[in-house]
């Protein structure tokens, strides 16, 4: 027996292994044995080294294989540090509003309504007639099907005032979602290192956004009537900035909503300072004792960026939104969807499409308010009930969210840990102000799953708060 | 008769229609009469007045009633271009290859595939399952569904070579589309101002979302066996590059097909400068005498960018890709999905695991190949026969386009008009070049619709060529 031959034979079986796909088989050890002209001992050697280092497996009666399964080694991925340098931001991959918890547990935290709040038969009777059309097989326009686009500049034409041009079909760009449209906004219209005017606390995904684009925040605090319309003036002249975003109906997470006069003032400031006002109607089918009446219904100079989602009222798959905009501002909002996606899935448009003009969104829509009324006013109860440490700052006239102070000098990691352990979860705070917090706060979503459970979740967070101000 | 009464009415009037939702309806003559202390005949013109203005209509009879189309009075949205400043680039919105054209035509500029080589009845039947299932009505993780990510980490696991770790299911990041990949790999690993080398002539698509990201674009010539490895290092000394975007097999538009040696030098010389290849696997399906055998396969240290798309294979409407990296680079691409869309569609990920786990996604893929190779061979066929002038650069592996070189001199512009007057659609080459185009080039698409009016096609483009040289 020969170590060194067997070497060489170990040697030239790596180089072949290294370039065959797993699974495949090598020769027999006969033929190997003519190829390298060398013992059945020596080559039996050299399978037994490959074996070991886990580069092939024997099948007895069958033959010898190049293995599929690999030992794992550790690798290391330093050397991208070099080549990536410092991130533009550090960037949550996702926020806490975004988790999957066990079904067990109390859920006041996520963004979404649960199963039982979505108009299931409609999506489902759309989605199987948009399989069977011909949206299914092919690619539609850039900035949407045409039917859609329909859609949405009539929801929005509907409501506006006589003397106001009212939005065309060609202002509407489809998108996959309104966090593609923000994204968009930001990095087309306004650009890294800029100025952007941001209510404080607002939407978070509006803040990741804006930060992944590279825009600088300004925050404007805005309370339940929303912004002050000399404080958001004095924000646009100190900083020169030339938008504003904004949610003036059932803000998240605040529930804010904007009197008509408030809207008006804000769009007369807006003017005034040739910018741009971001109304981000996120909650427009979410009303409970009033109905949103969009502000961009009031303009057509092109200084209102109009964005309705159906994601969160359609269902969750069906993810389509649209941003309403005039003039260069839309065209340049449109090559930056062209650039970033080209198109939206005609089946999820036609299927939209489908469920917003069937009468039973209608009549959804009335059942869904009833339900949002009735999950809003038992956790009032309930918070008012078990937890009265925590503050209601507004009764929300729609929305999903109620908005907690809670005493200062709470701990909120604290508390949002010792309701975890006792299976409520729910979100601090922190995560909707584009700066520091301004106090803590807490915010309880009230379409998730068990609305039953809404007092015992209510028992759970007063306790916490007791121990925690004890 | 008082005209200044019927003045005052009118102004009051339309005081009440500018916050009147179109369609309402006014007070009738009577209620006027006595709201404004008037006379009929006053009311009457004071409501003409108002009609002939566009602002309100009556329905004889019925009433009068607040004018949904209103007539539509010039917009001046001038003010934003002072607000927006100069655009990043001039973007364009769109691609000539992605035009839709009169059904008449003989169309070679499409990118996507006809319907008649897509897997019409697995997408449809894909689609209904998934209508009907969880998807529908659910959100899933930001990386993707997970079955849906261990597909992809199986399909490049299959042909990795033993020694090397086989990607997880944790290193694939579900899109919407390969084109946002583009986008988040640019912006998020190349970043503003900072070089990216890339192919030249190579993917409109790539060049759009790097000019959109605000990257500088440095060409590497590349031609039917791929780049120059010796250039590439060239290039990536000169300009500090961290990153290297390439089509190694069946490249748009060019065709070219890497050998596993060209890929191997490339990896050595990407890894050599501590950089990243961005291997852009768009045609994986579309093999047609040989199989891509991914470059990806054959790294497991990061420095390998893999990107796979199923829109053009599966279904346009199915916009699914993914992203296959390891280390930092996978997170911040994540961490900019995140931001940009939060999640893709459940519906469109469970229809697109549906439709390539089918038994009948392998028939199809078969028989997309035999009619691929057959359009191909057409093609080149009629070009040879009737466009003698066209030169082909090489007979393409796999992919769907056809290159064709012009003699110099060629006016491409007039060309594609004069075809395009003549009923056929090209796409001049110019959309494929970073920089400037190194000669007249045309591409043809094969997989349109029509293959039989190839020999048509080809003697329209024939005698356009001749008679831009006679």
Request: charged letters at 20%; a neutral charge; glycine letters at 8%.
């Given at each position: 027996m020969n170590n060194d031959s067997s070497s060489r034979i170990v040697a030239r079986l790596k180089d072949r292994i290294s370039t065959s796909a797993p699974g495949?088989?090598?020769?027999s050890t006969r033929s190997l044995v003519n190829e390298f002209q060398a013992s059945p001992v020596t080559v039996q050697k050299a399978l037994q080294t490959l074996t070991m280092q886990g580069l092939?497996?024997?099948?007895?009666?069958?033959?010898?294989?190049?293995?599929?399964?690999?030992?794992?080694?550790?690798?290391?991925?330093?050397?991208?540090?070099?080549?990536?340098?410092?991130?533009?931001?550090?960037l949550p991959t996702t926020?806490?509003?975004?988790?999957?918890?066990?079904?067990?547990?109390?859920?006041?935290?996520?963004?979404?309504?649960?199963?039982?709040?979505?108009?299931?038969?409609?999506?489902?009777?759309?989605?199987?007639?948009?399989?069977?059309?011909?949206?299914?097989l092919s690619r539609p326009p850039v900035a949407g099907l045409p039917e859609l686009q329909s859609w949405f500049a009539r929801e929005l034409g509907a409501v506006t005032p006589a003397g106001i041009n009212p939005p065309t079909p060609s202002d509407v760009i489809v998108l996959p979602g309104s966090q593609s449209g923000l994204s968009s906004i930001?990095?087309?219209?306004?650009?890294?290192?800029?100025?952007?005017?941001?209510?404080?606390?607002?939407?978070?995904?509006?803040?990741?956004?804006?930060?992944?684009?590279?825009?600088?925040?300004?925050?404007?605090?805005?309370?339940?009537?929303?912004?002050?319309?000399?404080?958001?003036?004095?924000?646009?002249?100190?900083t020169g900035a030339r938008m504003f975003y904004a949610q003036p109906h059932f803000a998240n997470p605040t529930g804010a909503q904007w009197s008509p006069e408030r809207?008006?003032?804000?769009?007369?400031?807006?003017?005034?300072?040739?910018?741009?006002?971001?109304?981000?109607?996120?909650?427009?089918?979410?009303?409970?004792?009033?109905?949103?009446?969009p502000i961009a219904a009031r303009d057509d100079s092109g200084h209102v960026i109009y964005l309705r989602s159906l994601t969160k009222s359609v269902s969750p798959a069906i993810r389509i939104a649209a941003v309403i905009a005039r003039g260069p501002a839309r065209?340049?909002?449109?090559?930056?969807?062209?650039?970033?996606?080209?198109?939206?899935?005609?089946?999820?448009?036609?299927?939209?499409?489908?469920?917003?003009?069937?009468?039973?969104?209608?009549?959804?829509?009335?059942?869904?308010?009833?339900?949002?009324?009735?999950?809003?006013?038992?956790?009032?109860?309930?918070?008012?009930?078990?937890?009265?440490?925590?503050h209601i700052e507004s009764v929300p006239k729609g929305g999903?969210?109620?908005?907690?102070?809670?005493?200062?000098g709470t701990n909120l990691e604290r508390l949002t840990n010792e309701c975890e352990s006792a299976g409520v979860i729910i979100a601090a705070g922190n995560e909707w102000f584009p700066a520091e917090?301004?106090?803590?706060?807490?915010?309880?979503?009230?379409?998730?799953?068990?609305?039953?459970?809404?007092?015992?979740?209510?028992?759970?967070l007063g306790q916490a708060l007791t121990q925690n101000h004890r």
């Open positions: 495949s088989r090598l020769p092939i497996e024997s099948r007895p009666g069958v033959g010898t294989f190049v293995r599929a399964v690999r030992t794992a080694r550790p690798s290391d991925y330093g050397w991208q540090s070099a080549a990536l340098g410092s991130p533009r931001a550090v926020s806490s509003t975004m988790r999957s918890v066990s079904n067990e547990a109390i859920s006041f935290h996520s963004g979404y309504p649960d199963r039982e709040l979505l108009p299931e038969r409609l999506v489902q009777a759309a989605l199987a007639r948009a399989a069977r059309g011909d949206a299914a930001f990095s087309a219209l306004v650009g890294r290192g800029q100025p952007l005017l941001i209510e404080s606390p607002t939407y978070w995904g509006a803040i990741l956004a804006a930060r992944n684009a590279g825009v600088r925040l300004v925050p404007v605090p805005s309370g339940p009537d929303g912004p002050d319309p000399a404080e958001l003036a004095r924000a646009f002249e100190e809207g008006s003032q804000v769009l007369d400031v807006v003017r005034d300072h040739g910018a741009f006002l971001v109304e981000d109607d996120w909650a427009h089918d979410f009303g409970i004792t009033t109905t949103p009446a065209e340049r909002i449109l090559a930056d969807r062209g650039a970033e996606t080209m198109y939206v899935s005609g089946v999820l448009q036609a299927a939209a499409l489908d469920v917003v003009t069937q009468p039973g969104w209608q009549t959804h829509l009335r059942n869904l308010r009833h339900q949002l009324q009735t999950r809003r006013d038992l956790l009032i109860g309930s918070i008012r009930e078990h937890a009265p440490l925590a999903l969210n109620l908005w907690l102070r809670l005493p200062d917090p301004t106090g803590p706060f807490v915010r309880l979503n009230y379409s998730g799953a068990n609305p039953g459970a809404y007092p015992q979740g209510a028992r759970v």
